[in-house]
């Protein structure tokens, strides 16, 4: 990978760099990417409902979903590159030497950190996007009903980037032997979970096509 930012360059390169085996972009990569683009169509509901005359009762509302729709997805962006370099580090931090008894206790310490640093990206990934579901459901319900597909795929999309930040989470924490960050982790897993059912409750009863 070179310095230049992810974000900051071709979509195909990202997915044949993810393709061709490489370490990195991997499975926060996508997930960021996943986030990125609800936010891109919450975005783009927004856009279609400042720009039809029916919605001008809501304008000024969807003029700040649409500036926070474009934060998140701007967030969501740093994150694949943050999650790509956290990962880089586990790796190498994996391969340091572990012949001798100093070598192991000291690798045991850098393995332990370097775990905790891997589950930060897809944790504020999880995080970003459980701050906007709520956000995403009242564009569904107040945004142009033409829209109404995207506005569920976003929502759809949001939650996939979650789940998929949960299995960058478990896999790493795993390997954790720090109990309370455990469960302090844990803990926040269990309250995002909520918010994806709740979603997929007002998306299997109260949205119709």
């Known amino acids: 990978m070179t310095s230049q930012q992810w974000k900051d360059r071709p979509i195909h390169e990202f997915l044949d760099k993810m393709g061709d085996g490489s370490p990195a972009p991997g499975g926060g990569a996508a997930a960021g990417l996943t986030g990125a683009q609800a936010c891109a169509l919450a975005e783009m509901v927004c856009s279609l409902t400042l720009s039809n005359k029916n919605y001008k009762d809501v304008a000024s509302e969807a003029a700040e979903w649409k500036e926070l729709c474009r934060s998140g997805q701007a967030i969501m962006l740093d994150l694949i590159d943050e999650d790509a370099r956290n990962f880089l580090f586990l790796m190498e931090a994996i391969r340091l030497p572990k012949?001798?008894?100093?070598?192991?206790?000291?690798?045991?310490?850098?393995?332990?950190?370097?775990?905790?640093?891997?589950?930060?990206?897809?944790?504020?990934?999880?995080?970003?996007?459980?701050?906007?579901?709520?956000?995403?459901?009242?564009?569904?319900?107040?945004?142009?009903?033409?829209?109404?597909?995207?506005?569920?795929?976003?929502?759809?999309?949001?939650?996939?980037?979650?789940?998929?930040?949960?299995?960058?989470?478990?896999?790493?924490?795993?390997?954790?032997?720090?109990?309370?960050?455990?469960?302090?982790?844990?803990?926040?897993?269990?309250?995002?979970?909520?918010?994806?059912?709740?979603?997929?409750?007002?998306?299997?009863?109260?949205?119709?096509?």
């Open 99 to 209: 012949e001798t008894d100093s070598e192991k206790e000291s690798r045991k310490i850098v393995v332990q950190t370097a775990l905790k640093k891997a589950i930060e990206a897809p944790y504020q990934m999880a995080d970003t996007m459980n701050d906007l579901l709520e956000l995403f459901t009242t564009i569904l319900i107040k945004g142009n009903r033409n829209a109404i597909t995207d506005a569920v795929i976003a929502l759809q999309l949001a939650q996939a980037s979650m789940r998929a930040s949960f299995l960058n989470i478990q896999i790493n924490l795993k390997s954790i032997t720090d109990d309370f960050y455990k469960a302090d982790i844990e803990g926040a897993l269990k309250e995002w979970e909520k918010g994806i059912t709740h979603v997929d409750a007002i998306l299997t009863y109260q949205v119709k096509i």
